[in-house]
DNA sequence: CTGTTAGCGCATTCAA
DNA sequence: TTGAATGCGCTAACAG
């Protein structure tokens, strides 16, 4: 409604001068027309019209957060409580750039690409993409762009990415499970589509113990089904006297809290007859009886350092590490027991 | 970078031509043109000027997502886990709606103004906005604005919010509690900026009382501290022997969860010291040992709901129920105990 | 110090 | 059935 000629008409001088005032050019505009238009301008409440600006720019000041979602699913990512604290940190150091925050949930690279071309996008934040889309992706944009929690299988070009140390966090929990005496473990792998996570944790796993002379062999990475009363048939079956199995390695707290809670209605105490460990340590990790032993990391730094790094980008800063992972940190609860044999 | 201009060049045809066959203007174009265009767009992967257009129509098919915030608080409410499942459903419903979502926390009802201004948004979605200023944003702000979980001061005027049955949530979890035994209940209200909501949760308790012929001090209304710490010694001190109280009527679970998990540990048994009830009916609830007896409401419906009244306001159809209030169910569950007298 | 102007991409009206 | 022209609000280059 208001626009730079309308202030500019009612302050009695050029559409220049009045944007000369808000962009500050002050040695352009002398102190008695620089006082006069600004006054009009609070009457008035200008806002620029973001739209012109995009057309007169190319450049819309928004950055897009894509979160990626398995196609057949009907749940969104966002529906789960934990991309909430990578979120909210994003959101914060996004408006704290003066930048805008569009979000936008998809499993298609074709929109993505659509998105940030018809907004102009200042830049992208990509979130769990699956590998494969992730080429493609950087073939087709052209503004800068930072990944989270994604694995390349592409290593000629830089990819920017802040990741977690998941080999090592697999390493830490299946070498503390071996102190405490557990050489028969399941790894229980979250989605399917964050495999490569998945896969580095089990990797750590095997490291451990591979480094005290046993084999982890391939057969202890079980995918967790989609469907909870499948989850906790597998839950009940692993944990079961017949199994072999003395703790269950769980690759997120949510996953470890609903084994937990389902095996001590099931009659099955945790840890006394079986172990259980988790993956993130969210909120359920301390909430939970037993508390969660598991691997901690801090969400809310990933999403701080995304956005810190996507701007360097924007800017044309140098970035140091394109490909950061963040530490991880075995936290010890109860939920493990000390055994000597089965 | 391709244009619709850049499409008719290649096409050798006119930029109206290449419009229309964008809007689907069919009777207008040729069969001929029609399919050389459509191909052009292909290759060119052609996708609007998303700045141009907002220049050209006064409107951005962008629904602004404003998540209120307390000023002082550094924390954001998106990283509230559970802001999560309405923030999600929301999304998908404004993506399915071919609109796209801007994500924005503030306190400060002149930016989300100029906001909307800036961007030409088509619509408004307010969560949790404070009272005092939703009658400023209504007044300043001509398009459509559906809040979530707001109390209005002001009765004049028709406010679109979709809201709880707090009232009765409250109700019905102590006329239950009544029904166990318990007449001595102290009331943990969440933060100071959803006032609103725990007073009528609160009031809805005194009413169950007042149904039974008793009577529920004023005092009983407990504002928990945002200091964990300073939560823990309320909880104990609360639950001590020394305390006239037997239950704790937590206004959401995740204290409910914080509490239970807490006095457990400190060697208060839950329910058989002291019975513990929740809000909400979210993930903790069942997951928690005792497993939460609380007031169930439906987020991600919320969430839908709003979406789906905002795109009637926006199509200019006419909305039912603009003050809608979700139900509530009490979902009985471990955390209350019978008991006789204290 | 201040004003004028062209052009960004699109929709729309009018003309052919 | 197709084309040309205008304006949306703003920026930046240029002229005064």
Redesign the interface.
Known sequence: ?STIKKIAQKAGVSPTTVANVLHGRLGRVSQGTLNKVQSVIQEE?Y?????????AHSD?R?IG?IMFMEPRRD???????????I???M??KI?ENGY??????TSDEAEV??LS????LAGLVLVWAPSNICNIICDSIDTPLVFIDSYFTDNQRVYYNIGLQDQRGGYEIARYLLSMGHSRIVFLANDPSFTAGDKARFSGCREAFQEQGQLLPEDCYVQLPKDRREREKLYLQLADDSSPYTALVCSSDYHA??AV?FL?DSGIEVPRQISVTGFDDN??A????PRLTTIHQDS?EKGKLAISMLMKLIRNEPVSEPNRRLPIRLEIRDSVQRIVEK
Chains 1, 2 share one sequence.
């Open positions: 409604m409440k806002a620029p019209n973001m739209g012109a600006l995009i057309l819309s928004i957060i749940e969104t990512v966002l529906e789960d409580p934990f991309s909430s604290a979120l909210g940190a959101e914060r408006r805008f925050v569009m979000l936008h949930t690409v659509r071309k018809a907004w102009k809290a609903e809670s001590q909120i359920f301390r909430l939970v009886r809310g």
